[in-house]
């Protein structure tokens, strides 16, 4: 399991980063399609990590809301 931040991107589509894997970013032209696409960036991520004997970052995201 995995936390991942989903925003609207610039050119319509939206964006998912899972900031516990560095880089591991994707989009879709919908919230689903989007988290459908970082799903499968996550799996293939972590693939590769085992593959190349690494370890696999933890996943310590703290949500917090900053007021200003």
């Known amino acids: 399991m ?15 980063e ?18 459908a696409n970082i799903k499968e960036a996550i799996e293939l991520y972590i693939e590769v990590l085992v593959e190349d004997g690494e370890s696999i970052p933890e996943d310590l995201l703290d949500r917090l809301l900053v007021v200003v």
């Open 18 to 35: 899972c900031p516990s894997l560095p880089g591991c970013i994707s989009q879709g032209k919908t919230r689903a399609e989007a988290l």
């Open 2 to 16: 995995r936390q991942v931040i989903l925003y609207p991107g610039e050119d319509g589509y939206w964006v998912v």
